[in-house]
């Protein structure tokens, strides 16, 4: 088990990741937007600014949706007790999270060929859902 600083130190660096990916992200995209408006044609370059803006929106939020859970489970190792804890509320997310997850694994489509490209389109929402679950269990 992790010690006292040690939890607060890797609280510390998740927040720090979390606001490097905020401001690193949206340069990158700048950047490839600008490498890529000499070769690709407008009408293509927006399409791919718009997809590239929602998978970047969506790592984010993925960053941030599972270091919401950390300052819970800092502050009940911390004080060694769960006494606080809204427990019905860390059951709906677990319940929101488990059937949120479930409808994207359920969506994948029949055809093979799609559900690599299907998985990898939905990556960062299956990894908050599930993730954030994984870790409500330790908070609960």
Not at 57 to 62: D, E, F, K, L
Not at 66 to 81: A, D, E, T, W
Not at 96 to 119: D, H, I, Q
Not at 123 to 138: E, H, M, T, Y
């Amino acid at each position: 088990i992790l010690g006292n600083k040690s939890l607060k130190n890797f609280c510390i660096t998740w927040i720090m990741v979390c606001i490097a990916l905020c401001v690193i992200l949206p340069c990158q995209l700048l950047l490839r937007n600008q490498d890529q408006s000499t070769v690709i044609e407008r009408d293509n370059n927006s399409l791919d600014m718009i997809e590239m803006s929602g998978f970047i929106c969506g790592y984010i939020s993925c960053v941030f949706y599972l270091g919401s859970r950390f300052p819970q489970l800092y502050k009940n190792f911390r004080r060694r007790s769960t006494e606080g804890t809204s427990y019905l509320l860390f059951a709906l997310a677990m319940m929101g999270n488990c059937t949120y997850g479930l409808s994207l694994v359920l969506k994948m489509p029949a055809t093979e060929s799609f559900r690599a490209l299907y998985f990898l389109h939905h990556l960062p929402w299956l990894i908050g859902s599930f993730g954030v679950l994984f870790l409500d269990i330790f908070v609960s």
